[in-house]
């Protein structure tokens, strides 16, 4: 059968491709029978039609790994089984669900486009890729996802994988992060669809992304187009593919006060248009260097959060949560108080045991753990 596979690559690759339909063909048969005898991901969103369940899977899959998405797909499932189910939760309980997958605006879109599906489109999700591409938090991406995935349309999905896939085996060192490339790309990825079975196809080369091709240590050696694959064949693996912009970094730091009164604790629901919206802290005071704990305890008194004589009872280590474009650093200042803060009237004041119902961010949420203040 391999020879078969091999005879087939070298009439592909042996010229430039074209837009000769046969040529693309042969491509995509290629690549679907190296995938009818792979062992691919099983996964349990693999084959599903259902539009709602692979949007739900699309969304908690952007920008997180495989295993742990799979987790919060079926505690979504299982709390959500429908759309409507998801569109009249409370929505605290959503963020609490979503907790630790970082992305919240993901969250925020999800919820609406639920509702929207719901209120407007009596529970119904569009069936063309335009109609999808409308919905909040759904890019081309996705809508091509569940445009092939649930009604067999012919639109080639490009994510991470797929990118990586066809800049290694064509060797194509056009930016990804570019407009030039990610059209360059989408329009190669579209010719070689197969247009009668683009589910298939998507899933192929998707699957040969995560499996086979992948980031850091590709299996080379099992991977269908090994012989005929430019980047294999020029050595320039780790080179592909190419991004142009790099990330910059802004560092924060972060100091948090704990502040206890008859067994209850200080919190805020962040609402700014900033990161952790609509995810719960506890006061919170921003430095611009790190090492402030004094000047902000100092000012935390003149904010009149804390009375005097001051009782501190502990002041954490650092904690790290990296971001997109940002790393937070947090210091957690813990301090009993009694009687009333007049400056934190706008905070609620919950028991330790109340904690496990609300959502915070993922650097709060490893502090909270690492010093029991509640079961994680």
Avoid at 105 to 119: E, G, P, Y
Wanted: net charge positive.
């Amino acid at each position: 059968m391999f020879k078969i596979y091999h005879q087939l690559a070298k009439f592909i690759f042996s010229t430039k491709l074209t837009h000769n339909p046969l040529k693309y063909n042969l491509f995509s048969k290629y690549l679907q029978k190296w995938h009818q005898t792979a062992e691919s991901r099983r996964m349990p969103w693999v084959g599903e039609k259902d539009p709602y369940k692979i949007w739900l899977s699309e969304v908690i899959l952007q920008q997180t790994r495989v295993a742990q998405g799979l987790i919060y797909y079926e505690k979504f499932l299982t709390a959500f089984p429908t759309v409507f189910d998801l569109a009249r939760a409370p929505e605290k309980k959503v963020f609490k669900l979503w907790e630790g997958l970082g992305y919240y605006s993901r969250c925020r879109n999800l919820i609406a486009t639920a509702k929207h599906i719901v209120q407007d489109r009596n529970g119904c999700f569009p069936n063309t890729f335009s109609g999808l591409l409308q919905l909040k938090g759904i890019g081309s991406y996705t809508a091509a996802a569940m445009a092939s995935f649930a009604y067999n349309q012919p639109f080639a999905v490009v994510d991470g994988n797929v990118f990586r896939v066809l800049s290694r085996v064509f060797g194509i060192e056009t930016p990804i992060d570019t407009a030039e490339g990610k059209k360059q790309f989408f329009q190669l990825a579209q010719a070689l669809l197969d247009k009668k079975n683009p589910a298939t196809f998507n899933q192929a080369i998707m699957d040969l992304g995560a499996t086979i091709c992948k980031p850091l240590a590709p299996i080379c050696n099992q991977c269908p187009f090994k012989m005929h694959c430019k980047a294999y064949t020029d050595r320039s693996i780790t080179a592909l593919p190419v991004k142009q912009k790099k990330i910059k970094l802004v560092h924060r730091y972060f100091y948090f006060f704990v502040i206890e009164k008859r067994k209850k604790i200080a919190v805020r629901e962040r609402t700014e248009n900033d990161i952790w919206k609509n995810l719960f802290e506890f006061p919170c005071l921003e430095a611009l260097t790190p090492d402030a704990e004094k000047s902000m305890i100092e000012l935390a008194l003149q904010k009149g959060w804390l009375p005097q004589p001051l009782r501190i009872h502990t002041v954490s280590k650092p904690f790290a949560q990296k971001l997109s474009h940002q790393v937070v650093q947090g210091v957690f200042i813990k301090c009993k108080v009694s009687g009333r803060v007049a400056s934190l009237k706008n905070y609620d004041w919950l028991a330790k045991e109340s904690f496990s119902e609300i959502s915070f961010p993922k650097l709060i949420h490893q502090y909270l753990k690492e010093n029991d203040i509640f079961s994680a």
